[in-house]
């Protein structure tokens, strides 16, 4: 399948917010399927920013540490789930690989099996793991432009270009 790519300019850090919730609410509508996303771009791209509202729309309370130091944040998800009129529980994992050293630190991490089961998993930094990371429904790069952030957005699975589709076109033109 050949990526979809979306280019958007992100005035300030609450456009950054506003496109995080409105991808992680699209995704509510389909919360048993598995989800990754990737979050590239040089420190201080807004990475944290997009992961931290993403979690926010699904429904996190509390503090929201950036797993730069942990390595990995958890959380436990309860998404209302408008078929079965019940709530559907699944995690959510916020990683950063910014400290690892060597790319084969993936493989003694565990975190292949964690990104693998079910629920979300936000990935900072995942070029420090190179190829081994598996396939990312969606990756969202950032970069500085000037005070703003340039973003493009590359939806590689049918997930994630379902996702990228139910945007508000006001998002999209931005
Ligand atoms: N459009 C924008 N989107 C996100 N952050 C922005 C934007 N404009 C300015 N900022 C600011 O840039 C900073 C982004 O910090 P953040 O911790 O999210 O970056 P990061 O990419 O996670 O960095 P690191 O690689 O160190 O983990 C914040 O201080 C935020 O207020
Ligand atoms: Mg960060």
């Known amino acids: 399948m050949s990526p979809v790519a979306l280019k958007l300019q ?12 409105a991808l992680a609410l699209a995704w509510t509508q389909h919360p048993a399927q598995r989800l990754l996303i990737t979050l590239d771009g040089d420190l201080g791209a807004g990475k944290t920013t997009f992961a931290r509202a993403f ?4 429904g996190v309370q509390g503090r929201i540490k950036s797993p730069s130091f942990s390595l990995l944040e958890e959380y436990s998800l ?15 994992y916020h990683i ?15 975190l292949r099996d964690v990104v693998g089961g079910p629920g979300v998993s936000l ?6 793991a190179q190829g081994l990371l598996p396939l ?7 970069e500085p432009a000037g005070e703003q952030r340039r973003c493009t ?3 590689r699975t049918e997930l994630g270009q379902r996702l990228v589709r139910t945007l508000p076109e006001g998002l999209k033109s931005g």
């Open 153 to 155: 957005l590359h939806a």
């Open 10 to 21: 992100l005035a300030d850090e609450h456009d950054t917010e506003t496109l995080a919730s």
């Open 96 to 110: 950063d690989l910014y400290r690892f050293s060597d790319p084969h630190e993936w493989d003694d991490s565990g």
């Open 78 to 92: 309860d998404i209302p789930d408008l078929q079965f009129k019940g709530t559907l529980q699944t995690p959510a």
């Open 123 to 128: 990935v900072e930094w995942p070029q420090r």
């Open 136 to 142: 990312a429904d969606l990756s969202v790069h950032l």
């Open 55 to 58: 979690l926010r729309a699904l």
